[in-house]
Protein backbone atom coordinates (compact mmCIF):
# COMPACT_ATOMS: atom_id res chain seq x y z
CA UNK A 1 0.00 0.00 0.00
CA UNK A 2 1.30 3.48 -1.21
CA UNK A 3 1.82 5.88 1.55
CA UNK A 4 -0.13 9.05 1.12
CA UNK A 5 1.19 12.05 1.02
CA UNK A 6 1.55 14.45 3.97
CA UNK A 7 1.50 18.55 4.97
CA UNK A 8 5.27 19.02 5.79
CA UNK A 9 3.78 21.19 8.67
CA UNK A 10 1.12 19.41 10.59
CA UNK A 11 1.03 15.74 8.90
CA UNK A 12 -2.38 16.32 7.10
CA UNK A 13 -2.66 13.92 4.02
CA UNK A 14 -3.11 15.78 0.86
CA UNK A 15 -3.74 15.22 -2.57
CA UNK A 16 -0.55 15.86 -5.33
CA UNK A 17 -2.57 18.35 -7.15
CA UNK A 18 -3.71 20.29 -3.84
CA UNK A 19 -1.53 23.97 -3.74
CA UNK A 20 -1.81 24.25 0.40
CA UNK A 21 -2.90 22.32 3.37
CA UNK A 22 -6.42 22.75 4.23
CA UNK A 23 -5.66 21.49 7.96
CA UNK A 24 -2.63 24.29 8.76
CA UNK A 25 -2.78 26.40 5.35
CA UNK A 26 0.39 25.90 4.67
CA UNK A 27 1.26 26.62 0.73
CA UNK A 28 2.22 23.23 -0.49
CA UNK A 29 4.38 24.66 -3.45
CA UNK A 30 7.48 26.22 -3.30
CA UNK A 31 6.57 30.34 -2.51
CA UNK A 32 8.67 33.26 -1.69
CA UNK A 33 9.50 34.39 1.86
CA UNK A 34 7.47 38.05 3.04
CA UNK A 35 10.37 38.97 4.24
CA UNK A 36 13.07 39.02 1.53
CA UNK A 37 11.54 37.60 -1.18
CA UNK A 38 13.86 34.89 -1.70
CA UNK A 39 12.28 31.58 -3.24
CA UNK A 40 11.84 28.97 -0.12
CA UNK A 41 10.65 25.54 -0.05
CA UNK A 42 6.98 24.51 2.09
CA UNK A 43 9.09 22.31 4.75
CA UNK A 44 10.97 25.63 5.68
CA UNK A 45 10.78 26.50 9.32
CA UNK A 46 13.02 29.56 8.87
CA UNK A 47 14.41 31.73 5.08
CA UNK A 48 18.00 30.94 4.76
CA UNK A 49 18.07 34.59 3.74
CA UNK A 50 17.29 36.96 5.97
CA UNK A 51 16.21 34.34 9.01
CA UNK A 52 12.74 35.35 9.17
CA UNK A 53 11.00 32.88 10.79
CA UNK A 54 8.23 30.85 8.13
CA UNK A 55 6.70 28.40 10.64
CA UNK A 56 5.67 28.77 14.58
CA UNK A 57 8.52 26.66 16.98
CA UNK A 58 6.13 25.45 19.09
CA UNK A 59 3.20 23.39 16.38
CA UNK A 60 5.49 23.87 13.08
CA UNK A 61 2.29 25.29 11.75
CA UNK A 62 2.68 28.11 8.77
CA UNK A 63 2.99 31.40 9.83
CA UNK A 64 0.66 34.07 8.07
CA UNK A 65 2.63 36.32 5.45
CA UNK A 66 2.26 40.26 7.81
CA UNK A 67 2.79 37.69 11.29
CA UNK A 68 5.26 37.68 13.98
CA UNK A 69 3.67 35.39 15.93
CA UNK A 70 1.85 32.05 15.64
CA UNK A 71 -2.29 33.05 15.74
CA UNK A 72 -2.98 29.01 17.12
CA UNK A 73 -0.36 28.86 19.69
CA UNK A 74 -0.46 32.45 20.78
CA UNK A 75 -3.46 33.96 21.21
CA UNK A 76 -4.47 37.88 21.61
CA UNK A 77 -3.35 38.77 25.22
CA UNK A 78 -0.13 37.12 25.97
CA UNK A 79 3.15 35.61 24.53
CA UNK A 80 3.77 32.00 24.34
CA UNK A 81 6.41 30.57 26.75
CA UNK A 82 8.20 29.05 23.68
CA UNK A 83 7.75 31.32 21.05
CA UNK A 84 10.36 33.59 19.42
CA UNK A 85 8.37 37.08 19.07
CA UNK A 86 6.11 38.96 21.16
CA UNK A 87 4.30 42.15 19.82
CA UNK A 88 3.02 44.13 22.36
CA UNK A 89 -0.27 45.26 21.46
CA UNK A 90 -0.59 49.55 22.37
CA UNK A 91 2.76 50.53 21.13
CA UNK A 92 3.46 47.49 18.22
CA UNK A 93 7.06 46.93 20.29
CA UNK A 94 8.68 44.05 19.30
CA UNK A 95 10.35 41.73 21.34
CA UNK A 96 13.00 38.64 21.18
CA UNK A 97 13.08 35.25 23.05
CA UNK A 98 16.44 35.35 24.76
CA UNK A 99 16.90 31.94 26.24
CA UNK A 100 19.00 31.87 29.20
CA UNK A 101 22.04 30.29 30.17
CA UNK A 102 25.46 30.49 31.75
CA UNK A 103 28.31 33.20 30.57
CA UNK A 104 31.15 35.18 31.26
CA UNK A 105 30.36 38.81 31.64
CA UNK A 106 32.97 41.61 31.45
CA UNK A 107 36.58 42.42 29.23
CA UNK A 108 37.10 39.26 27.23
CA UNK A 109 39.44 41.34 25.43
CA UNK A 110 41.26 43.26 27.70
CA UNK A 111 40.86 46.79 26.14
CA UNK A 112 38.25 48.09 28.21
CA UNK A 113 38.57 50.12 32.05
CA UNK A 114 38.64 48.43 35.39
CA UNK A 115 35.02 48.65 36.12
CA UNK A 116 34.66 46.12 33.32
CA UNK A 117 36.30 43.28 34.92
CA UNK A 118 37.47 40.96 36.76
CA UNK A 119 34.98 38.82 34.78
CA UNK A 120 32.27 36.63 36.48
CA UNK A 121 30.19 33.82 35.78
CA UNK A 122 26.88 34.69 35.33
CA UNK A 123 23.95 32.60 35.23
CA UNK A 124 20.60 34.50 32.70
CA UNK A 125 17.45 33.06 33.14
CA UNK A 126 14.91 33.46 29.57
CA UNK A 127 13.31 36.73 29.35
CA UNK A 128 12.12 38.26 26.24
CA UNK A 129 14.21 41.99 24.96
CA UNK A 130 12.47 44.71 22.49
CA UNK A 131 14.08 44.28 19.16
CA UNK A 132 15.40 47.96 19.17
CA UNK A 133 15.60 50.88 21.49
CA UNK A 134 12.18 52.59 22.58
CA UNK A 135 11.40 54.54 19.33
CA UNK A 136 9.96 58.35 19.35
CA UNK A 137 6.54 57.02 18.00
CA UNK A 138 6.14 54.08 20.72
CA UNK A 139 7.18 56.85 23.51
CA UNK A 140 4.31 59.07 22.34
CA UNK A 141 1.61 56.58 22.50
CA UNK A 142 1.95 56.03 26.18
CA UNK A 143 3.49 59.46 26.98
CA UNK A 144 2.01 62.04 24.53
CA UNK A 145 4.67 64.29 24.04
CA UNK A 146 7.85 63.58 22.50
CA UNK A 147 10.82 64.44 24.98
CA UNK A 148 14.00 63.74 22.12
CA UNK A 149 16.27 66.98 20.96
CA UNK A 150 16.45 65.03 17.71
CA UNK A 151 12.51 65.01 16.43
CA UNK A 152 13.37 63.58 12.85
CA UNK A 153 10.79 60.87 12.66
CA UNK A 154 8.75 58.20 14.40
CA UNK A 155 11.46 55.39 14.30
CA UNK A 156 14.36 57.19 15.55
CA UNK A 157 15.06 56.41 19.26
CA UNK A 158 13.49 58.13 21.78
CA UNK A 159 16.17 60.17 23.99
CA UNK A 160 16.48 62.70 26.69
CA UNK A 161 14.86 60.40 29.21
CA UNK A 162 15.86 60.01 32.55
CA UNK A 163 16.03 57.02 34.53
CA UNK A 164 12.67 58.00 36.35
CA UNK A 165 10.88 58.96 32.81
CA UNK A 166 11.64 55.50 32.31
CA UNK A 167 10.02 53.68 35.16
CA UNK A 168 6.67 56.66 34.60
CA UNK A 169 6.62 54.72 30.83
CA UNK A 170 6.76 51.30 31.74
CA UNK A 171 3.83 51.92 34.78
CA UNK A 172 1.50 53.47 32.27
CA UNK A 173 2.39 51.08 29.58
CA UNK A 174 1.70 48.00 32.49
CA UNK A 175 -1.81 49.38 32.76
CA UNK A 176 -2.66 49.98 29.02
CA UNK A 177 -1.34 46.50 27.85
CA UNK A 178 -3.30 43.48 28.50
CA UNK A 179 -1.90 40.01 29.19
CA UNK A 180 0.62 38.03 31.96
CA UNK A 181 4.11 39.13 32.37
CA UNK A 182 5.73 42.51 32.99
CA UNK A 183 7.83 45.20 31.50
CA UNK A 184 11.10 46.27 32.72
CA UNK A 185 14.28 47.55 32.32
CA UNK A 186 16.85 44.60 31.77
CA UNK A 187 19.57 44.08 34.28
CA UNK A 188 22.95 44.88 33.20
CA UNK A 189 24.11 41.16 33.09
CA UNK A 190 20.80 40.53 30.93
CA UNK A 191 22.00 43.29 28.70
CA UNK A 192 25.15 42.11 28.33
CA UNK A 193 23.95 38.40 27.80
CA UNK A 194 21.75 39.58 25.22
CA UNK A 195 24.15 41.82 22.93
CA UNK A 196 26.53 39.19 23.13
CA UNK A 197 23.89 37.40 21.34
CA UNK A 198 23.57 34.81 23.96
CA UNK A 199 26.94 35.36 25.71
CA UNK A 200 29.41 34.21 22.49
CA UNK A 201 32.82 36.45 22.65
CA UNK A 202 31.50 39.60 20.29
CA UNK A 203 33.21 43.00 20.84
CA UNK A 204 30.13 44.64 19.38
CA UNK A 205 26.38 43.44 19.14
CA UNK A 206 26.83 41.56 16.41
CA UNK A 207 30.86 40.87 15.59
CA UNK A 208 34.12 42.54 15.54
CA UNK A 209 33.04 44.99 12.82
CA UNK A 210 31.57 48.46 14.05
CA UNK A 211 30.03 49.94 10.71
CA UNK A 212 28.50 46.75 10.15
CA UNK A 213 26.13 46.80 13.64
CA UNK A 214 26.71 50.26 15.47
CA UNK A 215 26.01 54.19 14.53
CA UNK A 216 28.75 55.69 16.34
CA UNK A 217 30.67 59.12 15.87
CA UNK A 218 32.70 58.04 12.36
CA UNK A 219 29.04 57.34 10.40
CA UNK A 220 26.27 58.76 12.22
CA UNK A 221 26.17 62.09 10.69
CA UNK A 222 25.99 63.61 14.48
CA UNK A 223 23.00 62.65 14.80
CA UNK A 224 21.19 59.58 15.75
CA UNK A 225 19.63 57.37 13.52
CA UNK A 226 16.40 55.09 12.47
CA UNK A 227 16.38 51.94 14.64
CA UNK A 228 16.86 48.64 12.89
CA UNK A 229 19.36 49.96 10.12
CA UNK A 230 22.41 47.97 10.95
CA UNK A 231 22.45 44.60 10.82
CA UNK A 232 20.90 42.78 14.01
CA UNK A 233 23.66 40.73 16.19
CA UNK A 234 22.53 37.15 16.28
CA UNK A 235 19.44 36.95 18.53
CA UNK A 236 17.75 40.01 15.89
CA UNK A 237 18.54 42.26 18.01
CA UNK A 238 18.96 45.94 16.45
CA UNK A 239 21.18 49.16 18.21
CA UNK A 240 22.77 47.66 20.91
CA UNK A 241 26.12 48.94 20.15
CA UNK A 242 25.91 52.56 19.18
CA UNK A 243 23.13 54.87 18.24
CA UNK A 244 21.91 55.86 21.89
CA UNK A 245 23.28 54.55 25.25
CA UNK A 246 20.43 52.39 27.04
CA UNK A 247 19.18 52.58 30.87
CA UNK A 248 19.37 49.56 32.84
CA UNK A 249 18.02 48.37 35.91
CA UNK A 250 20.51 48.57 38.09
CA UNK A 251 22.46 50.72 40.67
CA UNK A 252 25.52 51.54 39.09
CA UNK A 253 28.86 50.14 41.11
CA UNK A 254 32.25 52.00 39.93
CA UNK A 255 34.61 49.28 40.87
CA UNK A 256 33.57 46.12 39.48
CA UNK A 257 31.52 44.48 37.07
CA UNK A 258 27.95 43.69 38.76
CA UNK A 259 26.19 40.07 39.43
CA UNK A 260 23.00 40.95 40.56
CA UNK A 261 20.96 43.91 40.44
CA UNK A 262 21.91 46.31 43.22
CA UNK A 263 18.50 48.20 45.05
CA UNK A 264 20.95 50.84 45.88
CA UNK A 265 24.00 52.91 45.87
CA UNK A 266 27.03 52.88 47.91
CA UNK A 267 27.85 56.36 47.49
CA UNK A 268 26.24 58.32 49.82
CA UNK A 269 22.90 57.81 48.83
CA UNK A 270 23.75 59.26 45.24
CA UNK A 271 22.07 56.78 43.03
CA UNK A 272 23.41 56.60 39.63
CA UNK A 273 22.11 53.53 36.98
CA UNK A 274 23.60 51.84 34.79
CA UNK A 275 23.94 52.86 30.96
CA UNK A 276 25.35 50.19 27.96
CA UNK A 277 25.71 50.15 24.35
CA UNK A 278 27.43 53.65 23.28
CA UNK A 279 25.51 56.43 21.45
CA UNK A 280 25.89 58.39 17.96
CA UNK A 281 28.39 60.73 19.70
CA UNK A 282 31.53 58.41 20.93
CA UNK A 283 34.03 56.56 19.74
CA UNK A 284 34.12 53.02 18.47
CA UNK A 285 35.52 51.89 21.79
CA UNK A 286 32.55 52.88 24.32
CA UNK A 287 30.33 51.06 21.45
CA UNK A 288 31.96 47.71 23.18
CA UNK A 289 29.56 44.97 24.44
CA UNK A 290 31.27 44.94 27.91
CA UNK A 291 31.53 49.15 28.56
CA UNK A 292 29.69 50.18 31.21
CA UNK A 293 28.95 53.51 32.90
CA UNK A 294 26.39 55.11 35.01
CA UNK A 295 24.29 58.30 35.32
CA UNK A 296 22.31 60.10 38.43
CA UNK A 297 18.90 58.49 37.94
CA UNK A 298 17.53 62.45 36.76
CA UNK A 299 20.29 62.97 34.42
CA UNK A 300 19.13 62.94 30.43
CA UNK A 301 20.39 63.71 27.24
CA UNK A 302 20.74 63.28 23.40
CA UNK A 303 22.06 60.15 23.53
CA UNK A 304 20.64 58.53 26.38
CA UNK A 305 17.45 55.93 25.78
CA UNK A 306 16.52 52.64 26.78
CA UNK A 307 14.90 49.44 25.15
CA UNK A 308 12.61 47.30 27.77
CA UNK A 309 12.90 43.81 28.98
CA UNK A 310 9.37 41.28 29.04
CA UNK A 311 8.87 38.36 31.32
CA UNK A 312 5.84 36.75 31.01
CA UNK A 313 5.52 35.26 34.15
CA UNK A 314 6.17 38.05 36.70
CA UNK A 315 2.96 40.29 36.77
CA UNK A 316 1.10 39.54 39.41
CA UNK A 317 3.62 37.64 41.00
Known amino acids: MTEPLR???CGEPVAPEWTFCPACERPLAESRC???GRDIKPHWKRCPGCGRRLACAACGRLLPPAASECPHCRPAGGPGETGDRYVEPVTGMEFVFVKGGAYAMGDLFEVGWDNE???REVVIEDFYLAKTPVT???WVKVMAENPSHFRLGEEYPVEQVSWADVQEFIRRLRERSP???????PTEAEWEYAARSGG?????AGGDEIDRVAWYAENSGGTTQPVGRKAPNGLGLHDMSGNVWEWCADVYVPGA???APQARSPRRGVTERVIRGGSWSLDDWSARCSRRFGFPEDYYGAGLGFRLAFSPSRRGS
Do not use: I, M, N, S
Request: hydrophobic share 25%; proline share 15%.
Open 7 to 9: CPG
Open 34 to 36: PGC
Open 117 to 119: TPL
Open 136 to 138: QGQ
Open 179 to 185: GPGEFRL
Open 200 to 204: KRELY
Open 257 to 259: VAV
